[in-house]
């Protein structure tokens, strides 16, 4: 049986009251507030009754003595599962994030860095985004710059207008003319290829190539160092977050020194979100609540996302905040939003 089943049609009623009141009030809900709040037609006392069911069945709870109950993650999945009316965006914020986004090109980090910004400031939660997979992807060219007498910065120019940096280190310092040399004979072999491709034939196409001297100690650590220079997994630091700053404002986070801390080391420690987001890049919209991420450092939040793909290009946007957030709501612009960034690759 599932969750829904085993709830009667006032029990679903009142629990629907009751998620949306702690989510608008986020203080836990009493029989009279719900009654007075809900217009369910109910009254206090048979509302108090179902409320008692539904926590005997693990819907609800509370933290103190008082009538007051909280809607479990259980709770919180049923009613964005059976119980929820979608809403769609409105019209100012789908044109506030046409503005924020549309018209203005540039490399898809800059369109993602913006849109995880702007849902920050729709949402009141925690914009998340995630460069897209570049395995697929093929080079264009790639360029060798010199920073420093032992350091190169190479930038990769993939299709899609995606770029990529890597700092590569080498032994001493070596003349412009080999540098450019290199870089000739690399965009040679390697431009019209995918990142996955060059990873697995590199030595292949370097083992015969000429460039004497410095030239082939160079290529000897392109070779050496293929997997990391062109490797086509998101990194930690491609984690793309907005404004945490709204976020630390609710309730949940401004009133819990432990909830705060949480909060801190999730957009300082990109590591897990890198990992849950990763995870979520051929789901379509995504909804996870509390318990139900697999990190448990994660257990107090809830992460909604949909993915966004061009061609061989895919990724992930969302939001992440605590498991009292307005689903209806939020749903909608984060879907929206995927959306459009999709467009902009096109």
């Given at each position: ?20 009141t ?9 029989s ?9 037609g ?36 049923v ?44 949402t ?95 290529l ?92 061989e ?34």
């Amino acid at each position: 049986m599932s969750p829904l089943e085993e709830l009667g049609e006032r029990e679903q009623r009142v629990l629907a009251a009751i998620v949306q009141t702690y989510i608008e009030t986020a203080e836990p809900a009493g029989s009279r507030t719900v009654a007075s709040r809900s217009g369910l037609g109910i009254s206090p006392a048979s509302i108090r009754a179902t409320m008692s069911d539904l926590e005997s069945k693990g819907y609800l709870y509370h933290k103190h003595t008082s009538a007051g109950r909280i809607p479990t993650d259980l709770a919180y999945r049923v009613y964005v599962d059976t119980l929820m009316r979608h809403s769609p965006p409105t019209r100012a914020a789908r044109e506030t994030l046409s503005a924020e986004l549309g018209g203005r090109g540039g490399a898809i980090e800059f369109v993602l860095r913006r849109a995880a910004q702007v849902l920050s400031i729709l949402t009141q939660e925690l914009g998340v985004a995630a460069v897209p997979l570049l395995d697929e992807t093929v080079l264009d060219r790639l360029e060798l710059l010199q920073v420093a007498s032992d350091r190169l910065l190479l930038v990769l120019s993939l299709r899609s207008g995606v770029a990529r940096t890597i700092f590569v280190e080498v032994t001493g310092s070596l003349a412009p003319a080999v540098v450019q040399r290199v870089a000739s004979l690399l965009n040679e072999r390697l431009a019209g290829l995918s990142l996955r491709v060059i990873r697995a034939t590199l030595a292949d196409r370097l083992r015969d190539a000429d460039a004497s001297g410095e030239g082939t100690e160079l290529l000897n650590i392109f070779i050496a160092q293929g997997e990391e220079l062109f490797q086509g997994e998101g990194a930690a630091d491609e984690i793309l977050l907005g404004s945490a700053t709204v976020l630390a404002g609710q309730p949940e986070f401004a009133s819990s020194n432990d909830r705060m801390r949480d909060l801190l080391e999730l957009t300082e420690q990109r590591d897990r979100l890198g990992k849950a987001l990763a995870e979520r890049r051929t789901e379509g919209l995504s909804i996870t609540i509390g318990a139900e991420n697999p990190d448990p450092r994660l257990a107090g939040f809830t992460l909604v996302t949909s993915t966004y793909r061009s061609g061989e290009l895919r990724g992930v946007i969302g939001v992440l905040g605590p498991t009292r957030m307005p689903y209806d709501k939020i749903i909608g612009l984060v879907d929206h939003t995927s959306r459009l960034v999709e467009g902009l690759m096109k």
